[in-house]
């Protein structure tokens, strides 16, 4: 079994899906599993993922297609659990867990980098680097070293990190907040957090959204995302149980 599971979800995901397979393709680290599901897509993505996985062995890829579109929360939900039931609860096969957007380009040296930092921190269930946005908009997200006051106040992490497997399963389930419209990532980061877990700063712009797809969630303006953030820090922000 390989050491890492990538969680692919996809929605009308035609016009970015390949650049992204093609930089995991390029990763240097190989050891890692793919899983890929379109969500319910309207335009050619199941398309494009057949197309894309050629580039992959049989072994290496596994695809799910949802008939209709179920949300972003829950296809999260689903590649998560597909890599849980790979292993017992108490003894998982996958060793470490990482999402990656259908529109999320990677520096050849992303899981490598992640990966190593992991293994020589094994008490640390998650490692995080920087990202930028080069398409709609400009813009760089530099994180900063882990601050669980900073992070109980404000998101910073983003949510293409590098879990440990053993870390997720010890959080309440489902993984990811079905409920939550936004901000679900940092719903996660609180989970964590209040489980008594901490993450890993590598510093390093590692991976770049090439696209603000239309109708995403940055459209829906500050007073939305102020009002979601709300809504996460009154479920999730307590301290450690």
């Not at 490598?112 to 930092?117: G, P, Q, R």
């Not at 007073?223 to 809504?231: G, N, T």
């Amino acid at each position: 079994m390989s050491r890492i599971g990538i969680g692919i979800p996809v929605y009308n995901g035609e016009g970015s899906l390949l650049k992204t397979l093609w930089s995991i393709r390029a990763q240097t680290f190989t050891d890692y599993t793919l899983y890929i599901i379109d969500d319910g897509s309207t335009d050619s993505t199941w398309e494009v993922i057949k197309e894309g996985i050629r580039m992959f062995s049989e072994e290496q890829v596994h695809i799910h297609r949802h008939k209709t579109n179920l949300g972003i929360q829950k296809t999260r939900n689903d590649l998560f659990n597909f890599y849980s039931f790979y292993g017992s609860w108490k003894n998982p096969s996958i060793e470490y867990f990482i999402y990656v957007d259908d529109d999320l380009g990677l520096n050849p040296a992303f899981l490598f980098t992640l990966i190593s930092a992991l293994d020589m921190h094994p008490k640390t269930a998650y490692a995080y680097c920087d990202f930028q946005w080069k398409g709609h908009f400009q813009h760089r997200q530099q994180a900063i070293p882990f601050d669980s006051e900073v992070l109980r106040q404000q998101p910073y992490i983003s949510m293409m990190s590098m879990f440990r497997m053993s870390c997720l399963l010890q959080v309440e389930q489902p993984l990811i907040d079905e409920e939550l419209e936004r901000l679900e990532d940092c719903a996660l980061f609180l989970k964590l957090l209040n489980h008594g877990y901490q993450g890993l700063y590598i510093p390093g712009f590692m991976g770049f959204y090439a696209y603000s797809k239309e109708g995403d969630n940055s459209a829906r303006g500050i007073k939305d995302y102020r009002r979601w953030e709300a809504i996460v820090k009154q479920k999730y922000n307590r301290g450690p149980s």
